[in-house]
Every structure is written in structure tokens, then in C-alpha cells.
């Protein structure tokens, strides 16, 4: 249910960094770690119910070759869409960019270290261009209840086993953020680029449903939310609704998170509890479970405050170099 979940929070929040920084019809974005241009695609739907979308000058920046190839190859028809390889340590594209886009935690390749030099660049790039943009930093949540036992934790081998229809996994060192450990690597970032962020806006992404609820590689006592959830919006009256209640975490954790999970536990239970009482009554339908499922997904998105406590956290960092 990838759509249903992820792209629709995605989206939303694209829109919001495009609307805040595009002026007239034109966007120029450069999309760090593009893979293979997902992003892009979430851009444009995002935008697509403007009666007049912008047009968008994509640039798509990734390290890996084959990567840059394949997205070359879907998008070869496409005049303003352009993809190169580069590694984003080296330095952004000197030319002014209205939106620094980011999709599918490619930040959480970097140290802390490393992003914050990043940041610098981008941010001294915005600076000697003289533009209004937002740079979108999507990273690893610290303090995803899918890694529990990491939270002590801002850096280690993290597996992508979901990439993978039962191979080996490939494993590459990430580094993990709360909110405040971003907020000091922006705050550094920032200063060293020579501008004060305008607005800082944070988001947790995937706070019940992380794919590794499923996978377990991480915190197998986990159960398998995702899978559960993905059930329900199926429509299927044999999960039982017991399996899916969240127990608050106690886990290392600064007290903000761990009072955010009692508050997001109970309103996730709350829903469970009214659905199996409503079905205690009349019987369990295929529209009271995709009706739960949506509640739950409502909780995900009404309940977050950015602090890390889902497998991603999204940032939005507003610049402007146009008024110093
Ligand atoms: C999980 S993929 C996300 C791809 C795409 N944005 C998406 O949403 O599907 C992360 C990407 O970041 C790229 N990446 C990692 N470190 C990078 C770096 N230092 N510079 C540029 N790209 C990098 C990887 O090659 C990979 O393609």
C-alpha cells in the first residue's frame, strides 16, 4: 500500500516546499540521490491539480552509475529533464535552484559530518544566487519503533532486506536523526553557508506502518503492522484486531519522543478498540476494515511532530538569499 501511505504523505509535503518557493510558472529542481527519479513523478502528481502546473527544469544528481543510467533511459524523451552522476559530498550544481529535492532517505548515506557540509554548499549556493528555496532533507527516523533496540544508536550497517525478493540483502552504514540532532546539523549547516533558515518545518513519515515491521530484521518482537494495515485496507475480516494494538515503546529516548508514542499508542488503540466493538455487534465487513485502515493512516498523519519517531524524518528547510 505504498501509495496509499508513503507517496500521499510525500506528496503533500512536495507540494508544500514547490507552492512556498515557486515563482510564476518555472521550478528548477535538483534532485539529490535520484535514483532512478521517483521524485520526480511525486513532484508532478503532487502538482498536477494546479489549473496551470509550473514547468520544471529537473536536474537528478546520484552516485551510483547504473542508477543515472536506467533514469536516463525512462526519461529519454524528456527535453528539461536531465540526469548525471555526481556525489553530492563534492558539491551542488552551481546555478540558482528553487527546490533541492530529496525522496527515499539518500542523506542518511552521509555522516552528520558530511550532510552539514552539504548544507554549507547549498546554502552559500542560495546565497550567491540570491534565491528563495527549500531544500527537502529526508533521513532515517532515530526513533523508529521498527529499530528499537538501535535507538542509543546515530549510526550503523542498516539492511535494505525490503529491496530484495529473498536475496542478501545489500547493507550500508546510515546515520540516524531525531529531530534535535537535525536541527543542530541545519543550525551548523546553515551558519557556516552565511544565512539563517527562514522556517524549519519537520515530519515523521511511517510511524506505525515502517517496512521493517515487517522484515523484523531490526526488532523482531515487533509484529508486522505494515502487513496487518496493508490487510485491512484489503478489506480482509481474518486479521484479528488484537495483533495490531501498539505497546508503548521504553526504549532510550529523549522524553518529548516517548510522551509522543503514549499519545500516538492510544489514539492508534482507541481506533482498534471502537472497530472491534462496533463488530461485536453486527459482523466484521470488508468496509469496516479498509474504514479502520484509514483511521489508522489518519492517525499516522494527524499525530506526527517530526521528532524521528518514524522511519523517515522529512525536513523542510526554507532559505532565502534574495533579500540580503
Ligand atoms: C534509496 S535510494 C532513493 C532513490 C530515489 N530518490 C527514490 O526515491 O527512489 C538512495 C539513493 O541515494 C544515492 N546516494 C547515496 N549517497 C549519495 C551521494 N553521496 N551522492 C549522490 N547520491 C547518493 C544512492 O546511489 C541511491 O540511489
Known sequence: ????WEERFSKSLFRSAA?????????SVVDVGSG???????LEGALNHHRRPPVIDYLGLDLDPDMVEVARDLHRDRPRVEFAMADIRDGVPDRPTQLYLASGVPYSHLTREE?????????ATVRRHRTRSVVVLDVLGRYSMEWEPY??????????????GGEPAPEAKMSFYGQSDLATVIADGTRHGGLLP????????SIGVGRHTV???????????????????AGDVTVALPDLRIEDPCGEAPPEVLNFFT???TRWNERLWHCAEVESTRWASAASRTRLARQLRDVEFSAQRGLGAGHSLICLLHLDGSTR
Open 151 to 164: 535507538w542509543d544508536f546515530d549510526r550503523w550497517t542498516y539492511a535494505m532486506t525490503f529491496f530484495q
Open 215 to 233: 522484515t523484523g530484521a531490526f526488532n523482531p518482537a515487533l509484529p508486522p503492522y505494515r502487513e496487518l494495515v496493508n490487510r485491512l485496507f
Open 115 to 123: 550532510l552539514t557540509a552539504v548544507l554549507a554548499d547549498i546554502t
Open 198 to 205: 527562514v522556517r524549519v518545518e519537520y515530519f515523521d513519515r
Open 1 to 4: 500500500m505504498k501509495r496509499e
Open 36 to 42: 532512478t527519479g521517483d521524485a520526480l513523478h511525486l
Open 263 to 265: 499519545g500516538f499508542a
Open 19 to 27: 507552492e512556498a518557493t515557486s515563482t510564476g510558472n518555472r521550478l
